[in-house]
T-cell receptor
Framework: GDSVTQMEGPVTLSEEAFLTINCTYT??????LFWYVQYPGEGLQLLLK?????DKGSNKGFEATYRKETTSFHLEKGSVQVSDSAVYFC????????????FGKGTLLTVNP | EAGVAQSPRYKIIEKRQSVAFWCNPI?????LYWYQQILGQGPKLLIQ????????DSQLPKDRFSAERLKGVDSTLKIQPAKLEDSAVYLC?????????????FGPGTRLTVL
């Protein structure tokens, strides 16, 4: 079945540091890939997505590239801010799973000033 | 555009009691999802509706959980009787047609505590 494995947290960085959160997946067929973010006390928000191989999703300075050859969708940001502190979830959507989202366990990011 | 609405935001009940959660999806979205998110884990799908029909309820504990989507719009998720392990955040999401390239939009969730 479909599965997502993402980097264990928590991750603690200083402001303006470079961020990478690794995500790899196993899926039937050709999935779409997503990063969702959950700020404290809030629901899940879509951060970015990519629907085919080599696509790059980007939003708010975050980027992730759909790598079919390595089945990966790593999240990166060049300079994090305190306001980026949140839980980040990698997820996939495929026909093999009836178009339901399969999530990773989440990575807690804390950015200190 | 209004987002996905859920109520209540918080609920505390005793075990063996019943509870119901309500969701109003984004207008025009045919597909509605209920997810359960246990603390420290990613959300897990409980049930998926396409209009008012069930597409996937394979992970819904049907002995205690039930859900309906009347007229293909609002939805209600019920737990009866609740167990301690049902303590979680219940998330409702909707998408336009439920296909591979669709984006699912999530509501704020209902945090359930079972004592």
């Amino acid at each position: 079945g479909d599965s997502v494995t993402q980097m264990e947290g928590p991750v603690t960085l200083s402001e303006e540091a470079f961020l990478t959160i690794n995500c790899t997946y196993t899926a039937t067929g050709y999935p779409s890939l997503f990063w969702y973010v959950q700020y404290p006390g809030e629901g899940l928000q879509l951060l970015l997505k990519a629907t085919k191989a080599d696509d790059k999703g980007s939003n708010k300075g975050f980027e992730a590239t759909y790598r079919k050859e390595t089945t990966s969708f790593h999240l990166e940001k060049g300079s994090v801010q305190v306001s980026d502190s949140a839980v980040y979830f990698c997820a996939l959507l495929s026909g093999g799973s009836n178009y339901k989202l399969t999530f990773g366990k989440g990575t807690l990011l804390t950015v200190n000033p | 555009e209004a987002g996905v609405a859920q109520s209540p935001r918080y609920k505390i009940i005793e075990k063996r009691q019943s509870v119901a959660f309500w969701c109003n999806p984004i207008s025009g979205h045919a597909t509605l999802y209920w997810y359960q998110q246990i603390l420290g884990q990613g959300p897990k799908l409980l049930i998926q509706f396409q209009n008012n029909g069930v597409v996937d309820d394979s992970q819904l504990p049907k002995d205690r959980f039930s859900a309906e989507r009347l007229k293909g719009v609002d939805s209600t998720l019920k737990i009866q009787p609740a167990k301690l392990e049902d303590s979680a955040v219940y998330l409702c999401a909707s998408s336009f047609v439920g296909q591979r390239t669709d984006t699912q939009y999530f509501g704020p969730g209902t945090r359930l505590t079972v004592l």
